[in-house]
């Protein structure tokens, strides 16, 4: 039996909207109210769908937390996979193309600061979001230990996860400033150009 179309949609590709609805609506209220007085109610009152909607998709508060953050963790780890294959100018110098990833993030993150509040302060909440950010955290890690390697010459291997951890830890603090401050303490290509240079220099001592 053929799949009952409704205002265009199929019923998955209607869940699927209200999934993505939820989620945005999660990352608002988390960011805006905090995790602690972020509601279900709040977040259905945003996305304009009704508790029962809510509950057939995520089967609690903290379950759609987790999922928010995820998504973030996926545009991320997506964003930096499509600035690594980009043909930028001068894509064969490594640290033009590590200043594009560099660059790709530092705009994507500033771009919408909630994507901070709610990845890298309000997961501090609880000890099991603790646990989901240094997790998430990590595969940051990995990915500036990747892009560290590609500055380095070849047959140079040596390892990279501790300055990538320190970078990324630093990086981290950089973010939450820019969500928290009035105003940035750096202009933003400042910013990138002394990554650029940080992670050059590190890779390479």
Do not use: K
Not at 39 to 53: E, I
Not at 92 to 105: F, I, N, Y
């Amino acid at each position: 039996m053929a799949e009952r179309v409704y205002a265009g949609m199929t019923a998955q590709e209607r869940s699927s909207r209200r999934f993505e609805q939820l989620l945005d609506a999660g990352l608002g209220v988390f960011a805006d109210r905090g995790w602690a007085n972020g509601t279900v109610s709040d977040v259905c009152r945003v996305a304009g769908l009704s508790p029962r909607y809510f509950y057939e998709l995520f089967g609690s508060r903290e379950d759609l937390f987790h999922a928010v953050t995820a998504r973030i963790a996926e545009d991320v780890r997506e964003l930096v996979r499509r600035a690594v294959s980009s043909d930028p100018p001068a894509s064969s110098d490594p640290e033009a193309r590590a200043r594009a990833v560099l660059q790709a993030l530092a705009d994507w993150f500033t771009a919408d600061p909630r994507t901070i509040r709610v990845a890298l302060m309000e997961s501090l909440a609880t000890p099991e979001f603790r646990g989901r950010r240094r997790d998430l955290i990590e595969s940051f890690g990995v990915l500036a230990a990747q892009l560290m390697r590609s500055l380095r010459g070849p047959g140079d291997g040596r390892d990279l996860t501790t300055s990538a951890a320190v970078l990324t830890g630093g990086l981290v603090e950089v973010l939450i400033g820019y969500a928290t401050d009035p105003g940035p303490p750096v202009p933003l290509d400042s910013l990138v150009e002394h990554l650029t240079a940080l992670y050059t220099a590190a890779a390479r001592m």
